[in-house]
């Protein structure tokens, strides 16, 4: 230890002990700037009121009356060869000394079309169901003329899909169930506690 000329005391550097460096000392990052305040309020979550008893009994009858359809388009497709036996006598009364070949396609088109435009209905119907849950009310007025168009369309391919004897009377008891059911369904949805439930989520 070494004494200075004023009196103070100070360590000598022992030997090989490291010097700091010579330059300007490091200055420290700045920190970020603050966020302003914030003059505007969160969103306040939006609370989803439960559906009520008339859109979840009606919303089920709905259901119900798509497993009935497809009850029938399910069956109509497993005897699809005596359907298209039978219709490919019913082709030919219509249209007596046809080529073969147009009376299998015309058969064929009869039998297809008949299934499809059923499935194309039911789709559409579900289609409407799902956007009536999401609490859109202009989708139950878009159900009545499907059901409508449902039951035209039932009207007219009864002729090709509901057989004769008893495998008809099933056809026809799904068919009724069916639309039975989905107007029910349909009439639910304009109760008043439904009503004012798709009127809240406008």
Known sequence: ??????????????AGAASPPDGPPRTQPAPPPRPGLSYSSPAPIVVVPPAPGSVRVARNLWLFSFVAGLAVLVGSF????SHLERLRSVVQETAPGGDETAITTATAIVFWGSIGALLLVMLLEAAMLGVVAGRQGWARL???PLLAGHVLVMVVT??????????????AILWGIEILLAFIGLVLFFFPSAAAWLRSGW
Do not use: I
């Open 1 to 14: 230890m070494a004494r200075d000329a004023d009196g103070e005391d100070r360590l000598r550097n022992p």
């Open 78 to 81: 497993l005897t699809r060869d």
């Open 158 to 171: 009864a002729t090709f899909l509901v057989p004769p004897g008893d495998a008809g009377s099933y056809v």
């Open 142 to 144: 878009a159900l009545v």
